[in-house]
Structure formats: structure tokens, C-alpha cells
């Protein structure tokens, strides 16, 4: 049985930030090679792997997708031994002054994020968090070494340790989202034994934080009956109530435009099963997430939206509850062995959604 802590970890101090996601890719081989069937590779780095039904041929196929890459900076400039960053995706600049980093050259640098002294910032500067325009990448190197190591275009992330926290809780970089592919993991553990008429095409894919190319140049290539997409979304923390869940509360589900309402309520119909309790995330436009590339690909793919709460977002402290992880997992494997191979005869847009 898999430790899913440990998994979690592995995951979380592996690097790829969008569009070199490569090392994650290889990682997930590694850890889901019992778990499937069968693996391939999408075209932009997205891993698929593919966990055969037991239904007769050919067979319904679901796709669950949870996005690997994780949020970074790209160097833009390199002047006097120091390098000038850009965003790869959305980092927060008030979150990174003092971070150490890993500068992805051949073989990786490592460095960390300067900022300017107390001693020399203006008063309006005292009272503000410097801009990205502000920081730099320090790996305290003489300047044409940096210059001759580092060129334009080099991708960077910050370099955290996972650490356990207190009530079964872990902290790092990269939850967003990685547990959300430990909740892929979790429910492929669980199937474990378990017959399901449909396959199962887990779906790690690249490129969500800047814009789910991933997921959606794989919905395209794979066309699957239904999908789920798992991402993360707000936990309580002080600033954020309205919204957001508290750890251990259940499983937060979106509904809204960008979820089929007869899916949401199969996945409801599976949580009373378990006597899990379902957390409706109200998401009247699009999720911002791969649950909206990959509803509006081809002729349209009815999608769900599946969530873990975590705190301190897009920062390399993020916190999340594992318990949570768990629980979403085994939801999902009873949605799966639930779906019969008639299940899209059964829902249509009509479908009243019931929240009880």
C-alpha cells in the first residue's frame, strides 16, 4: 500500500514549473507503475496512464486529469552577476524576497532571492512590498561566471522541503497541484481489486498555470467520454472565510457553468455511499482550472470539478490536510466502480442537482 505522505513529499520536492515538466513525468512513472495498465506520453510532456475496465469492448472511458507543473520565474536579464526574473505562471512577488531557488541549468544552480537592505529603502519603499522588478536571483557567483552558466530564458524555482506540520498536516511548495495527482494516486490505490466497467485514463498534464494546454491538447487527442478535474481551491486561514473550507470538513465539488450538473450529482449520489460529506464550491464561470479546456474540447465533455482545500496559495508554504487527499481519492474510486456502461444514457442537462 502506498504511503501516501511519502508520495506526497516526493512529489512536492520534484521540480517542473509549466512547459518543463519532464522530471514529474518521469516521477509518476515510477510511482503509479503498479497502479496502471499502461502508459503514454501527450505531445506537449502531459503523462497518461491508463488503468483498463473490466467491461466488454469497446468501452467508456474516463479521464481524470490533476496538472503537474507548478508556478515559477524565467531569467529575462543577466547584468553584473545578478539575474533579472520574470513570472512562469503566477507567482506572487510579496512571497518570494529571501526564498532560496534552483536555477534549472545543466546541472542545476543554486541560488536565492535578494532584496534590498532595510537600511537603504525610502519611506514610501518601508511601506511596500517590493516588485518582481525589485528582486533578483543571487548564485553567488563572480559575474562572468553567472553570464557564461545562466543564459536569457533559463527557468527557476524556489527550493522548499515538504515539512510535516501538526494534525496531519504537510506544508511546501507545489500543492497546487500536486495533491490533487495524490488524489489520482489515492484513487487508483484504491481500485485496487475493485471491477470497474470503464477505463481509467489518469491524466497528469502540463502547462495549467499557463493556461491548461495540457490538459486540453489532451482531452483533444484522448476524447473521453466523461472527465473530472482535480484542483485545489481556498481553506480557511485568517483574511479567508467567505468561500473557503475548513480542513476535514469533506470534499469540496464545484457546480456552476463549468460542471455537468448530472455529473455533480453522480459524485454526490457516490460521497452518500462512503457517508462522505460533499462541500459545494459555487463556481458560476469558468473554474479557471483543466476542468474548462477540457469541457469545451471537440463536441463538448461532460466534467466535473474535484477539490482540496489548501492554505497559503501560490506560495512555497502551502498547507495541506492529507486526511483531506485520502477522502477525495476513495470518492472517486466509488464513482468509478459506480459507472455502468449505459451511465451517459442516464444523464442529461435536465437532471435536477439536489444538495442534500
Given amino acids: 500500500m502506498i504511503d501516501l505522505i511519502a508520495h506526497l513529499k516526493r512529489l512536492c520536492s520534484a521540480h517542473g514549473p509549466s512547459g ?5 513525468a518521469a516521477l509518476l512513472r515510477t510511482e503509479w507503475v503498479d497502479l496502471v495498465d499502461s502508459f503514454e506520453a501527450g505531445a506537449l510532456g502531459s503523462l497518461v496512464g491508463i488503468k483498463n475496465g473490466t467491461g466488454a ?23 553584473d552577476g545578478f539575474l533579472h526574473v520574470s513570472r512562469l505562471g503566477g507567482i506572487d512577488p510579496p512571497t518570494l524576497a529571501g526564498q532560496p531557488v534552483l536555477v534549472h541549468t545543466d546541472p542545476p544552480l543554486k541560488g536565492v532571492i535578494g532584496v534590498a537592505p532595510l537600511h537603504t529603502l525610502t519611506e514610501k519603499q518601508l511601506h511596500e512590498y517590493p516588485p518582481l522588478a525589485d528582486l533578483w536571483v543571487d548564485i553567488g557567483l563572480p559575474a ?8 536569457v530564458g533559463t527557468p527557476i524555482t524556489l527550493d522548499c522541503t515538504p515539512i510535516d506540520l501538526q494534525g496531519g498536516r504537510l506544508t ?5 497541484d500536486r495533491a ?9 490505490e484504491a481500485l485496487k481489486g475493485r471491477a470497474h466497467s470503464w477505463d481509467v485514463l489518469a491524466v497528469a498534464s502540463t502547462q495549467e498555470e499557463v493556461g491548461g494546454y495540457g490538459a486540453m491538447t489532451e482531452a483533444y487527442r484522448l476524447a473521453p467520454d466523461l472527465a473530472i ?20 470538513a469533506g470534499v469540496p465539488i464545484a457546480l456552476g457553468a463549468n460542471v455537468h450538473p448530472a455529473l455533480y450529482r453522480a459524485l454526490l449520489d457516490a460521497a452518500k455511499r ?13 473554474s479557471g482550472t483543466d476542468g474548462m479546456p477540457i469541457q469545451v474540447s471537440r463536441d463538448g465533455i461532460p466534467t466535473a470539478l474535484v477539490e482540496v482545500a489548501i492554505r497559503n496559495m501560490h506560495s512555497t508554504v502551502e498547507v495541506v490536510e492529507v486526511a483531506d487527499i485520502a477522502r477525495a481519492g476513495r470518492l472517486l474510486a466509488e464513482f468509478i466502480v459506480g459507472l455502468t456502461p449505459d451511465f451517459l444514457a442516464t444523464i442529461t442537462w435536465e437532471t435536477a442537482v439536489s444538495h442534500e
Fill in 229 to 248: 478535474a482535480l484542483d485545489v481551491t481556498f481553506a480557511i486561514q485568517p483574511g479567508m472565510r467567505e468561500g473557503a473550507f475548513a480542513f476535514g
Fill in 57 to 79: 469492448e469497446p468501452r467508456r472511458r474516463l479521464m481524470l486529469c490533476a496538472h503537474i507543473d507548478e508556478i515559477g520565474l524565467i531569467v529575462h536579464d543577466v547584468t
Fill in 20 to 24: 518543463y515538466e519532464d522530471p514529474l
Fill in 144 to 151: 562572468g561566471d553567472v553570464a557564461r552558466l545562466v543564459p
Fill in 274 to 286: 462512503l457517508e462522505i460529506t460533499v462541500l459545494p464550491d459555487p463556481l458560476p464561470m469558468s
Fill in 172 to 176: 511546501g511548495k507545489a500543492l497546487d
Fill in 180 to 188: 490533487c495527482v495524490a488524489i489520482v494516486t489515492a484513487c487508483l
